[in-house]
Every structure is written in C-alpha cells, then in structure tokens.
C-alpha cells in the first residue's frame, strides 16, 4: 500500500490539504493512466516520452554523472511499470515520478558509499572566542547583487555551485530548498535525525552562499561596467 | 543577548517556523543590534532564493534532451520484464 505521504506517491501540501479521496488526475493524466493499468505498450511509450525530459533533469540534478543518470532514468520507469497499479492517484503523475527518481538517486547514492568529501570549512562562518562574527567587509547593498540579473546564465551558475557542494550537504539542499520537502521529510529520506538534517542545510546554504558571492560581485561588476 | 555564534545554531529555525516565539525574538533582537549577522542573514536568504529560482518549479517538465536510445531501452526493459 503506498501513502500520499511516502515517497512514491507524495503529494504536494497544497495537494494533500484534506483531501483523502480526491483524484488529483485529470483528463490527459487519467486516460494515460488508465490505459497503464489496461497494460498497452503504447501507453507505456507515451509515458515515458512525456515524462522523460522531467525524470532525467531530476536525475541529473542530484546524481553526478550521466551514465548514473540513465541508469536512474530506467529503473524510475521500470519501478513506475511494476508499481502503477499502487498509484492512489493523491498527485498529479508527474509529481509521483519525481519521487520515485528521487527514490532512486538516494538509493544510488547511498549505494556508492561515502566518498571522501572536499573540506567546506573555509567557506562557513567563523567566530572568535566570544563568540563574535569574524566576517570580511562586504558592501551592505551586496546583498541585491543577483537579485537583479534573473538570467540563464543566473539559474546556470547557481547550478553549477550547487554541483561543487559535497554530496551529503548537495542532497540535503535539493531535498529541503528545491524539491520542497519540509526539514523531517528530508531527514527520514536521508536516514538521519531532523537536527543532523537542520545542520546540514544551514552549511550546504552557507557554503553556497559562499561560492556564489565572488561570482555575483563579479558579475555585478561587469554589468555596470 | 545571543552571541553571534549562538544566533548562527538557530538560523535554520529563525527563518523557518521551528522556535518558540521567545527564541524568535531573542534572534530578532540580535539581528537588530548585529550588523555582520544582519548583513549575513539578507546573503543566506539571498541565497536560498537563488537557490530556488535556479529550478524555478521543478514539477514542470523541463526541456531537455532525452537520447532516443534511453527511450528505446527503457521501453526494452519493460518488455523483458
């Protein structure tokens, strides 16, 4: 039996807000998933078609390599062929897919054991021993800098930083600030406890933070020049 | 009042929904008398919708590009299976 609030077939908050018997499908979706359950082949390719696109970027997006990422894609699809009679239909398709690539880039990565991770530490905050912010000056309005430049290349720096954080900080951070799951969500999705998940979070922000304010000021720097 | 280190434990909860209305105000009152935590907090949550924005809504089909091979193997597999 899967829940609406596991992690295949975990609706969204505002999809889940009372509404226990409610199919969240509707017209495209239903008649694909009908036509699944019917088991035509035909369908199967059409649901992979449609969702494909979404399953890769979500692969990719927390697993580093392309060839990790085609593997998640097909076991995504194959997990969603033996299971798409488990469905309570509490989200939309797409959303269930997502949680179960999600799924399956966690199982991967935990499957390939902990890598010896770069130090973060030079990029976290440091303190004296009155426990004082020992911080390099930085302008106050700093802070508007990339607020202004909503470009592709933007979402793609950010991107890129965020692939430069250690895995265990890197999932931490698409799981709560991308992915939108709350603090225990992602702590029960990590195996661990929600304080080693708030812990987490803060360093991946902060050594993201980190990475990306050179490159912000640096752009700053270019567009007013 | 909290120490900048202190202020810096409860971030998380500070700009989520997890303290007590006490320790909320105490942070509050840090960050007002705090200029490096204050200018620190506007950098991290800066960051955080950056963060976001670099996925925008991730429920959307994104347009990328799917390897007809990956399709083909995908749709193998579930032959075979």
Redesign the interface.
């Given at each position: 039996m899967v829940r609406a609030t596991s992690a295949v077939g975990r609706a969204?908050p505002q999809e889940a807000a009372g509404t226990s018997a409610k199919t969240y499908l509707a017209g495209d979706d239903k008649e694909l998933l009908d036509c699944l359950r019917a088991g035509d082949?035909r369908c199967?390719?059409k649901l992979?078609?449609?969702?494909?696109?979404?399953v890769?970027?979500?692969a990719?997006?927390y697993l580093r390599s392309d060839a990790d990422a085609?593997d998640c894609?097909?076991e995504t699809?194959?997990t969603v062929?033996?299971s798409i009679n488990k469905f309570e239909e509490r989200s939309?398709i797409?959303?269930w897919l997502?949680g179960i690539t999600i799924n399956q880039c966690l199982m991967r990565i935990r499957a390939q054991g902990r890598r010896k991770e770069d130090s973060i530490e030079h990029l976290l905050?440091s303190?004296d021993e009155?426990?004082?912010?020992m911080?390099s000056s930085?302008s106050?309005e700093?802070?508007?800098i990339?607020?202004m430049i909503?470009t592709a290349q933007?979402?793609?720096l950010?991107?890129d930083k965020?692939l430069e954080l250690p895995d265990t900080l890197r999932v931490t951070?698409l799981l709560r600030?991308?992915?939108?799951f709350t603090?225990k969500e992602t702590a029960i999705k990590l195996g661990i406890s929600v304080t080693a998940a708030?812990t987490r979070?803060?360093r991946s922000?902060?050594a993201?933070?980190a990475l990306?304010?050179p490159e912000l000021e640096r752009l700053e720097y270019h567009a007013y020049m | 009042m909290l120490t900048c280190k202190e202020f810096d434990d409860f971030m998380v909860d500070y700009l989520g929904q997890g303290l007590p209305v006490w320790q909320k105000f105490m942070c509050w009152l840090h960050v007002k008398m705090c200029r490096e935590c204050a200018q620190f907090v506007r950098e991290y949550q800066r960051t955080v919708r950056l963060g976001k924005k670099a996925y925008d809504n991730p429920d959307e089909p994104v347009p990328d590009f799917v390897p007809e091979e990956l399709i083909k193997a995908a749709l193998f597999h579930k032959r075979s299976n």
């Open positions: 969204r082949d199967y390719e992979v078609r449609r969702f494909g696109p979404q890769l970027a979500t990719k997006r085609a894609f097909q699809f194959l062929f033996k939309t797409g959303t997502r905050p303190f009155k426990g004082n912010r911080e930085s106050n700093s802070y508007r990339g607020e909503d933007m979402k793609q950010v991107r965020i951070l600030d991308i992915d939108g603090t708030k979070l803060h922000r902060t993201l933070g990306l304010k | -």
